[in-house]
């Protein structure tokens, strides 16, 4: 062998030890799991669940940073711009899809500056309103909104987040524009409702079921096409007149484009335990949801996700015509 070619051997070994020692040992460290809406409210308890779970198989514990604002953009925005190292990760839901139109000027790529991890869940959402709302039922509230359109509020997780999406779909389907309030999240969005400082909510029921069990806010509706077993006196949006009213809230998790596919490929593995985790699923079902199955909690499924529905949501938004800049 030359000393060149030695050298280059040697050169090529030291290189591969140093990206193998890099990452095979991954997680050596805290893994931070980005949410981008404020603490206590649907996403976040659906991320502090699966966290938990992947820091028993990850052997490190994956702890949660809410970073709400801007209907979830911030967050996303902070991730895409964090070191590719499998240490900064991103649990977000279908807002990733609708921003990518709703947002004229987005500091990121949806789909470029991401890698994928998997799918983790469909949540179903709900119409709920402050307690003392008077309307009993869909097709009341529907008419008390028609009414009341200049003082009925709605709150939301900012635009692009499901809670805007579900509030848009609704006012789009009683042809009425109501007054809507934005928060970093609908954690404190619920705080509101419970308050009565705000009127209506569409959101998940990862954040709804409690109050709705507990009667301290009023349920009108749930966006699935059949009943809730948790729920099954609450008619869907459709039985209450409410024509092809079905929205699901899909989550994922995505890591910086870059980041070495050892460490995502163990991060997969994770997810995918702990959505057979017995916990998870047990708390998942008492919140009316289930996790997705294995062959979801991919990247390919999860990339193929994101693709068709910012395809499905593109026209709709386009045709609503609200953008934020
Ligand atoms: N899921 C909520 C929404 O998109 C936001 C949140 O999790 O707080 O409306």
Request: proline share 6%; glycine share 10%.
């Amino acid at each position: 062998m030359t000393l060149f070619k030695s050298l280059f051997a040697a050169t090529a070994l030291v290189a591969s030890l140093v990206a193998g020692t890099a990452h095979a040992d991954y997680p050596e460290r805290t893994i931070t799991m980005v949410v981008p809406f404020a603490a206590g409210g649907p996403t976040d308890t659906v991320a502090r669940l699966v966290a938990e779970s992947m820091s028993k198989d990850l052997g490190q514990q994956v702890i949660v940073e809410n970073v709400g604002g801007a209907g979830g953009t911030l967050g996303a925005g902070r991730v895409a711009s964090a070191d590719a190292d499998g240490y900064t990760i991103l649990l977000h839901h279908i807002g990733m899809a609708t921003s990518a139109t709703l947002y004229r000027k987005l500091a990121y790529d949806p789909l470029n500056a991401f890698d994928y991890v998997g799918l983790v869940t469909d949540v179903p959402m709900t119409i709920v309103s402050r307690k003392d709302l008077e309307p009993t039922d869909l097709k009341g509230l529907i008419d008390y909104a028609k009414a009341n359109k200049d003082t009925v509020t709605v709150a939301n997780a900012g635009i692009g987040a499901a809670s805007h999406l579900c509030g848009m779909l609704f006012m789009s389907a009683i042809e009425t524009p109501l007054v809507t309030v934005p928060y970093k999240g609908t954690g404190p969005a619920m705080t509101d409702l419970l308050g009565g400082q705000v009127d209506i909510m569409c959101d998940q029921t990862t954040n709804t079921t409690k109050q709705i069990q507990g009667g301290t806010i009023k349920a009108f509706a749930v966006t699935s096409p059949e009943r809730l077993k948790i729920f099954p006196d609450l008619p869907t949006a459709v039985e209450g007149g409410l024509k092809d009213f079905n929205v699901g809230i899909w989550h994922g998790v995505y890591v910086p484009k870059g980041t070495p596919a050892d460490a995502t490929a163990k991060l997969t593995a994770a997810l995918q335990k702990s959505l057979k985790d017995e916990n998870v699923v047990a708390r998942f079902a008492e919140l009316g949801t289930v996790p997705s199955p294995e062959s979801d909690a991919t990247p390919e499924a999860l990339k193929a996700k994101l693709e068709s529905e910012i395809a499905r949501w593109k026209p709709v938004i386009e045709a609503a015509g609200q953008y934020a800049d």
